[in-house]
Nanobody
Framework: QVQLVESGGGSVQAGRSLRLSCAASGYTYGHLCVVWFRQAPGKGREGVAGIYTGGGGSTYYADSVKGRFTISQDNAKNTRYLQMLNLTPEDTAVYYC????????????????????WGQGTQVTVSS
């Protein structure tokens, strides 16, 4: 069982930055595919960035956030981060961290159906 706890959300003005954290616990071995999803009011859940916790740490991004969001990790702390730059009101959403054992599938890393473990979410609100 993997527990995920997100933090770092908040309310900011457009153009500002935030860094979200996803702390993982509850397992002692194995590597994960960890993806940040977001869900805006009235919309479905969107995968925005993913990372493999094993060797190489391959990363994946949705086109909507490329160049503005960066996913990274500190394996010593078993924590993944989402650095979000130049935020816009369209980035307003609840951001969730999700994980599944194994590598990220380059063709479907963004699909929420693949993920067994989810955090509780953290709200990001961007005002214009």
């Amino acid at each position: 069982q993997v527990q995920l706890v997100e933090s770092g959300g908040g309310s900011v003005q457009a153009g500002r930055s935030l860094r979200l954290s996803c702390a993982a616990s509850g397992y002692t071995y194995g590597h994960l595919c960890v993806v940040w999803f977001r869900q805006a009011p009235g919309k479905g859940r969107e995968g925005v960035a993913g990372i493999y916790t094993g060797g190489g740490g391959s990363t994946y991004y949705a086109d909507s956030v490329k160049g503005r969001f960066t996913i990274s990790q500190d394996n010593a702390k078993n924590t993944r981060y989402l650095q979000m730059l130049n935020l816009t009101p369209e980035d307003t959403a609840v951001y969730y961290c999700a994980a599944v054992f194994g590598g990220c599938n380059s063709g479907s890393w963004w699909s929420e159906r693949a993920f067994a473990y989810w955090g509780q979410g953290t709200q990001v609100t961007v005002s214009s």
